[in-house]
């Protein structure tokens, strides 16, 4: 296992307003733009491949990186964001369920996964794909909550949702793949500036792909 990650959040989101499960939620025209800002100014050497969670929003973010540097995209199941639950509870109480989760870790909502076995899932994920590398740099995009858990427990720190809160948008770390992973760089932003990790964007995304 040898090579580097970089850890990508996605771009800002166009939010749902009467549901908590925003696994169909696009790109606002600002995330379109801060993934490519990202890209022109990315902070490691040029990846050989793309790697994306399932959700729109993570694809979407892919694609646009993918076509800046000439690649196509993979999804990859196991990068998945973690959710307390997926049936569209309103907003509240879904955070309410949120909260209870991140002040105990091994607390399992509705979604049947704790965080705690969400971190084992994403460490597990992102050591998948480094062992694919072989000494190459691969983009890795994804989710704030799943990535927080990783970095943190790669920091021999406990995970918290304060952390999680301060991923920017677009920010990026960077892991080197050896015997282990190791965090060469923790989250920060490329490019144009960062609205709040809870910031979204109330306009439609310009991007006129079908839904991924």
């Excluded at 199941?77 to 639950?85: F, G, R, Y």
Aim: one cysteine or more; hydrophobic letters at 40%.
């Amino acid at each position: 296992m040898s090579g580097t990650l970089v850890l990508v959040r996605h771009g800002e989101i166009v939010r749902p307003i009467h549901t908590s499960n925003f696994d169909r939620a696009p790109l606002s025209s600002f995330g379109e733009s801060q993934i490519t800002d990202l890209a022109r100014a990315w902070p490691a050497k040029r990846p050989s491949v793309v790697f994306a969670s399932p959700l729109r929003r993570s694809i979407e973010s892919a694609i646009l990186l993918a076509n800046s540097f000439g690649l196509r995209i993979r999804k990859r199941p196991c990068l998945k964001e973690w959710a307390a639950d997926e049936s569209g509870i309103p907003q509240p109480e879904y955070k309410a369920l949120e909260r209870r989760a991140w002040g105990n870790l091994d607390f399992v909502p509705p979604s049947k996964e704790s965080l705690a076995q969400a971190a084992i899932r994403g460490r597990r994920c992102l050591e998948e794909i480094a062992e694919t590398l072989d000494g190459s740099t691969a983009a890795v995009v994804g989710h704030g909550t799943l990535f927080s858990l990783v970095v943190a427990e790669l920091k021999g720190v406990r995970a918290t949702e304060a952390y999680k809160d301060s991923i920017g948008f677009a920010s990026a770390a960077i892991l080197q793949a050896g015997s282990g992973l190791r965090l060469v760089r923790d989250f920060q932003s490329y490019g144009v500036p960062l609205k709040s990790a809870n910031e979204f964007s109330p306009t439609q995304s310009a991007l006129t792909r079908p839904n991924p």
